[in-house]
């Protein structure tokens, strides 16, 4: 707008609002965690690589328990999702110390796999001692030599960044992982799974390498266990409760008849078992008149067993049930709503 001032003076008056100070201050929060944390995250990985094993788990489970004592919030949290699925087979008191060791295994957890990090795939094929593994490794190679490739469901238990080092050993592992929005930590993350010995895939790129690597009777990993959120799925059981799942490892299953086994890498003391389930075969729903529901119930009952009998290891710190009918039909309402508001943008 053009306003004339006293002597003949013009100014212009704009129209466009300054952002608010609330608005500013997500543009702030926004270039810490794109520009300043991913440095400081790529420090610490490389600083805790340095110290030996036995020292960074000590430190590990102290953190954890240090988590646990000023964490309030996610230990009452945790507290109540081990009271959904143990409603009865515990106490209150073996809840609550149940999720103090949750903590310190995490705490372990992200001390130590800086450290594998650090030594890379050939030290880990080479001196790092796996309980389990010939075992595996030969029920594997009969799974392979049916040439239908095989699906690995890798459960967020113990470490399962560990587990997608197996590729390592000979297995020709594609690993389907979810990208990191922050291009930092993306980068960081890709390039420590790398070391690990990982072949990644990730969720919102072509799945043509997918396609044809179990085509060529490969072995696909992939990590399912969590909330499915934006991913399309179903509700099944798990502990007792509804929890949304992503349907496409029976998807895939059904459509190259590949077998699907659960692969956990779970801690014994020291040391890391890899425990290896009994095949899930596509022919057993053979007839069903819901065949990815009920496939989907059998991979995942196998996980649920996983997890009872090493419930410390779980990530219970997540939501499992978050997603229910309700949500899912909202955050629907909200993309359509924000795809609305980008046509209207270009359009205008």
Same mark, same amino acid.
Request: charged fraction near 30%.
């Given at each position: 707008m053009v306003?004339?001032?006293?002597?003949g003076?013009?100014a212009?008056?704009?129209?466009?609002e300054?952002?608010?100070? %609330?608005?500013?201050r997500r543009v702030?929060?926004?270039?810490?965690r794109?520009?300043?944390?991913p440095p400081?995250?790529?420090a610490?990985?490389? %600083?805790?690589?340095l110290p030996?094993?036995? #020292?960074?788990?000590?430190?590990?489970?102290?953190?954890?328990t240090l988590?646990? #004592?000023v964490m309030r /919030?996610?230990r009452?949290?945790?507290?109540?999702?081990?009271?959904i699925? #143990?409603?009865?087979?515990?106490?209150?008191?073996?809840?609550?110390?149940l999720?103090?060791?949750?903590f310190?295994?995490?705490?372990r957890?992200l *001390?130590?796999v800086?450290?594998?990090v650090g030594?890379?795939r050939?030290?880990l094929?080479?001196?790092?001692?796996?309980r /389990?593994l010939?075992?595996a490794?030969?029920q594997?190679?009969?799974l392979v030599?049916?040439g239908?490739?095989?699906?690995?469901v890798?459960p967020h238990?113990?470490?399962?960044e560990?587990? /997608?080092?197996?590729?390592?050993?000979?297995?020709q592992?594609?690993?389907?992982?979810?990208?990191?929005?922050?291009?930092?930590?993306?980068?960081?993350?890709?390039? *420590?799974?790398?070391r690990l010995g990982c072949?990644?895939?990730?969720?919102?790129?072509?799945?043509m390498?997918v396609?044809r690597?179990l085509?060529?009777g490969?072995?696909l990993g992939?990590?399912p266990?969590?909330?499915?959120?934006?991913?399309?799925g179903?509700?099944v059981p #798990?502990f007792?409760?509804?929890?949304?799942?992503t349907?496409?490892v029976a998807?895939?299953s059904?459509?190259f008849?590949?077998?699907?086994v659960?692969?956990? *890498?779970v801690?014994?003391g020291?040391?890391?078992?890899?425990?290896m389930?009994s095949p899930?075969?596509p022919?057993?729903?053979?007839?069903?008149e819901?065949p990815?529901r009920e496939?989907t119930?059998?991979?995942?009952?196998?996980v649920?067993s996983l997890i009872?009998r090493?419930?410390?290891?779980?990530?219970?710190?997540?939501d499992r049930?978050?997603?229910?009918?309700e949500t899912?039909?909202?955050?629907r309402?909200?993309?359509?709503?924000r795809?609305?508001?980008?046509?209207?943008?270009r359009?205008?």
């Open positions: 306003e004339e001032r006293a002597g003076e013009t212009i008056e704009s129209n466009v300054e952002p608010s100070a %609330a608005s500013r702030r929060s926004k270039d810490v794109r520009w300043i944390l400081i995250a790529r610490l990985v490389f %600083a805790m690589s030996p094993l036995w #020292f960074s788990r000590r430190v590990g489970s102290l953190l954890g988590a646990w #004592f /919030g996610e009452r949290r945790t507290e109540r999702r081990l009271a699925a #143990f409603p009865e087979s515990m106490t209150v008191v073996e809840r609550r110390r999720a103090r060791r949750v310190q295994h995490f705490g957890l *001390c130590e800086p450290v594998f030594w890379g050939m030290r094929r080479e001196e790092f001692k796996w /389990g010939d075992v490794e030969t594997m190679r009969r030599d049916e239908n490739g095989v699906i690995i890798v238990i113990g470490n399962w560990l587990a /997608g080092s197996l590729g390592s050993h000979g297995w592992t594609l690993v389907i992982a979810k990208r990191y929005r922050v291009e930092g930590y993306q980068r960081l993350m890709h390039e *420590c799974r790398e072949n990644i895939v990730y969720q919102d790129d072509t799945m390498p396609v690597h085509r060529r490969g072995v992939m990590l266990d969590l909330d499915a959120k934006r991913l399309s179903i509700f #798990f007792g409760r509804p929890a949304y799942t349907d496409s998807q895939l059904l459509k008849g590949s077998p699907v659960v692969v956990g *890498c801690r014994e020291d040391d890391y078992r890899i425990e389930s899930v075969r022919n057993s729903v053979e007839g069903s819901y990815v496939f119930l059998a991979w995942l009952s196998k649920e009872r090493y419930p410390e290891q779980w990530v219970w710190l997540h049930w978050h997603s229910t009918e899912l039909a909202a955050r309402d909200r993309e359509r709503a795809d609305r508001a980008e046509v209207a943008a359009s205008s």
